[in-house]
């Protein structure tokens, strides 16, 4: 059933109807024809259910006019809260942050560094948005999946906190308030959430636990004569997605870094490639990462344990190598200390793809459409895309360090 507002969109206003299936949100008017809106292509929802706005990004990621519905009456709060509902979990999947496990929903105010750098993909919709002092608390919503903690700020877009990066989550009693502290030295509280915040605190640390696990699983695997009590350290600072140092993990695990190149490397599918690069990048740095078996990108890897990734750099050019699959190519960046963050979050989201990192926006439709919003939206990974400068394809080994050599000569800036 229809109900009565008035509407402002672009160019357009004045008395309108809205319905919302769950699914679409449809405006009707007498200017022109019905607005149909899939919420799962919403960038935000801000409103006190009397006044409704929505973020739409259109397809180069400009922004378009916010959406506002006004005079909703009595039914708008409805809307609003069954908009918000709806849309956190749709929204997590379109952008492929839809983590493993059911997402727990979580509701209060939040105080700390968001992702500006999807909000800057939309400069008017950040120019009409309040400024707001960075220890100022902003409602939020949220869904806690095993792995990510996706959070919805009033009128932005939806912000991953990937657990794997996640060092510390502790209670400020006198506040009651849920302090995470991320890699690289940011921290986000949590605050105002009445009844959930014990269960919010206790779900974080636990599912945190759970990655450490799956890290302590795989090293086990890969490292198996070095002391159990020292790898057990290492899996709590190397979830699966977290890249770390060599050096950092020998600090961690003294005899890690004899075991990998001695021991784990030479079985390893990739390992004349990563001794290339490891070579390469002396007097640079060399980072290892793990990523889940789930976050493994359907017919993209043949290794039944855990996916190994080597990111090398110096000089301002980074190469990141899968180590234990079928890759075809070695992916070429350019950037400073940043680098290393950017592509653990991409290596610690649930549904990260390799083709939403290189391929042009045009290229995404068809069978490939599902890879346009986050590739268009998803404030780390556009940071990425805009860092990437080339692939070297995996077609025979002296061709290969040809390019690499290249292209290390060459960073682009």
Known sequence: MARACRLSYGSRSGPAEWSFDG???TVSSEQGGPIAIAVSEVAGIAGDGYELRLSLPGRSGAAEPNLVLTHLGAEGPALLERLRREWAPARANALRLGGSG????????????????GNAAWPAQAAARPVRPADQPEPFHALLFEDVLVVA???RDLEPVFLALVGAVDLDEPAYAVRVRQWPGQEVVFSKMAGQTEEFLRALRANRALLAEESAVALSSMVPLLPAGLRAVLAGVWPPGRLLELDAMEAVCPGFHKAFRDGLLPGLLRHEEAGFLLDWASGGSSWLGCTRRSAASSGETGDQGYPLWLLCGKKGSWFLEALSSEDRATYCFSGGEDIPVLVSKLLSA???SREALYSPLEEFDGDKAELAIPARSLAFLVELRSRFWGRVIHRTSEGWRGDVERLAGSPSD
């Open 23 to 25: 699914s679409y949100l």
């Open 102 to 117: 059911e997402g727990r929903p979580f509701m209060g105010s939040v105080t700390g560094p968001g992702d500006e750098a």
């Open 153 to 155: 700020r009033e009128g």
């Open 350 to 352: 649930p549904q990260f």
